[in-house]
């Protein structure tokens, strides 16, 4: 199988603090591929690495099959996590200067430019300085930025920040078509929905490591057998008994389940019933935010700034 | 090198394009022509007359002072050639009516008159003036230097001719006595001699110094600007992407600098244009000696070379500190080591005009961050043996490549640095890095 970009146990800290740790992922060709993990995980210090802004302290970045060099990310489109756009410049004059500066001719980018902004709902705007505009239409001329010059793999940090529903969706639309098209995508964010919505596969990092990675549907499917929604009238003792529950959720209506290793749910329904009138009893498939939170939980280490 | 130029390009455009580029090039010639053309033709318009009185008891004096104050414009002995195309305006015409037998009546009267304005000055002289060579001017105005000046050149005419007179010189003695005596400064150098004025030779290095000066100054801070903004849009970030950060700061400091001659190359066209207006003004107040203040060839084609060099060197050193920064506040703290040398260039550029060749001026023509403009200094002024020119170019090539790869490594690392201002430690772990 082709990879897009590999890394393979890439390091990088600054000063004491290591924002990233052994870092090792791979991106398939014409996938979405979601970054995930929370604040200050070290998510945009990879991305910084596999577009060259910073060079690894050791491991490899490998982008096309081949070692890093800048000439190769003339193929690579960037969304940078701020805006990263000339702000006394014309939204127009800006797209067009940086894809000239990926090959593009004036005359062709131009066009390109005038065609993304009016189908972003910009097109009013071309003749407009960056700075008269919102954070979020801003946030649409750099995804323009990002694909004006036509690259087969687009790395986009924080695409969907201060984006509203609307825009949103817009954007989600744009990347499944640009998917449709061949070409590969990946993003970091930590909006679960999204990713969802979107993704094929997904690599959780957390304090600058790994944690979960792989196909969203296997990762979802693993930590499916073991939830149970109980809607239920009275009393529920066995909720504490530490053979068959390993943890639970109150949500006032219901409550969410966890099944201790080797429990059987079938044995949980028939105590249930004992102790209470049960309404509901349902297997779940946790959500992607149940799973980020849970493996973040999990795989805190001792907080490094101690 | 596409990308190079596209960065130049831009650099270039964005800043020509701002209205505050077009008002400053414009109006500054406009504002300095101004000054220079409106005055002079204020005062070519303006010949005057002016009533005196002298008051001696001495007839032999009073007559003298009269001839000399009546008759000694149109002779123009002292204050140069006055030749009639200069532009110059006319001396003031005096009307001198004379008085003997001063008394402190006379004196009352006198200035009364002076207050109504029927007269403009009252020349007092006292019996014992020619022993004290002390003499009482009256006038409205003690700041009309022109009169006052010409009355005093007509009063020491005078009283030395008297005194000599009273030695036994006939008049033509003493007249030939006092005939001005003209200094042609010839300069002697390798390829022979060429004459130019004391005064001319001064004037061209302090305007092409002050140029170079000011050149660096503003445009080295742009440039620095430039690297601060990109930094903190992060649109250095997409740029990365695309171009390498030496193709990034070399881009700058090409654009900017590209500005910068741009508006040199517009202000000495109009200054040209001004040229005559200008030169009028230069005449009178300096008088004959900027004539032939001609510009060497040699110093012709080294002007640009130090002009790229000097620039270039101090816009590295700029860059780099923008890299360091985050803000133009941060940055005024960097900011001054790095002006300082340039600050002590012009403060030492008057010495090093007036003795070109002492071993101050040779060591700082041959430092690096001052050489550019302190040879260039010297070559105007009396153009230095060859070798040092040349090692002199050398050593700011050396130099300038030197510090492109040192600001090339700071802004390498320093651009991607938010937040923390660095250390001399940190910027010195930063030389080994990337």
Known sequence: MDFMLELDCVTKAYDEFVAVDHLSLQIPEGEIFGLLGPNGAGKTSSIRMMIGITVPDSGSVRLFGRPLTRPLLDGVGYLPEERGLYKRMKILENLVFLARLKGIGKQEATRRALQWLERLELGAWAHAKVEELSKGMQQKVQFIAAVLHEPGFMILDEPFSGLDPGSSLQLKNVLLELKKQGKTILFSTHRMDTVERLCDSICLVNQGRSVLRGGLREIKSSYGRSRVQLEYEGELPLLDDPSLVAGYNDFGNYVELCLAPGADPQQLLACAMQRAKIRRFEMVEPSLEEIFLETVESTKAVPSHA | ?434
């Open chain 2, 1 to 434: 090198m596409r990308n190079l130029l596209l960065i130049i390009a831009r650099e270039y455009l964005v800043r020509v394009r701002t209205r505050a580029f077009l008002l400053f090039t414009i109006l500054m010639p406009l504002f300095v022509g101004g000054e220079v053309v409106l005055p002079s033709k204020l005062m070519t318009r303006a010949p005057s007359e002016r009533r005196v009185v002298v008051v001696a008891a001495d007839p032999v004096l009073g007559n003298a002072v009269r001839a000399e104050l009546t008759a000694s414009h149109f002779s123009g002995e002292e204050i140069g050639a006055e030749p009639a195309e200069s532009g110059n305006p006319p001396p003031p015409q005096f009307e001198v009516s004379l008085q003997g037998a001063p008394s402190e009546a006379l004196r009352q009267q006198l200035t009364a008159a002076l207050r109504q304005g029927s007269l403009d000055g009252v020349v007092w002289i006292d019996p014992n003036a020619v022993a004290t060579r002390k003499v009482t001017y009256y006038s409205r105005s003690v700041s009309d230097f022109v009169a006052t000046s010409l009355v005093s050149r007509a009063l020491r005419m005078a009283l030395g001719q008297r005194q000599l007179t009273e030695h036994g010189f006939s008049p033509d003695q003493v007249k030939t006595l006092f005939t001005p005596v003209s200094v042609d400064a010839v300069r002697v150098d390798k390829q022979g001699s060429s004459p130019s004025n004391g005064l001319g030779a001064l004037l061209l290095p302090f305007v092409l110094l002050f140029a170079i000066y000011m050149t660096v100054l503003i445009y080295g801070i742009y440039v620095m600007r430039s690297v601060i903004e990109e930094k903190s849009s992060r649109v250095l970030e997409v740029l990365l992407g695309s171009v390498s950060p030496m193709q990034l700061m070399a881009g700058k400091i090409i654009g900017v600098g590209g500005v910068g001659l741009t508006q040199i190359v517009i202000w000495s066209a109009s200054g040209a244009l001004l040229g005559s207006g200008g030169y009028a003004m230069a005449h009178r107040l300096l008088g004959s000696t900027i004539q032939d203040a001609h510009i060497a060839p040699a110093v012709l084609i080294l002007f640009p070379v130090f002009f790229v060099l000097g620039y270039a060197t101090y816009a590295t050193l700029y860059a780099a500190i923008g890299a360091m920064v985050n803000s133009d506040e941060e940055a005024a703290q960097f900011q001054f080591p790095v002006t300082l040398p340039l600050l002590f260039c012009m403060l030492l550029a008057t010495s090093v005009i007036g003795d070109p060749n002492t071993p101050l001026a040779f060591w700082l023509s041959m430092f690096p961050l001052t050489s550019p403009i302190i040879m260039f200094v010297r070559v105007s002024v009396s153009m230095p043996p060859t070798w040092q020119i040349a090692l002199s170019i050398a050593i700011s090539v050396a130099s300038l490549y030197g510090l492109v790869w040192i600001s090339s490594r700071i802004y390498r690392v320093g651009i991607l640095m938010y937040g923390k201002r660095p250390n001399l430690a940190e910027i010195l772990k930063w030389l080994h890095y990337a």
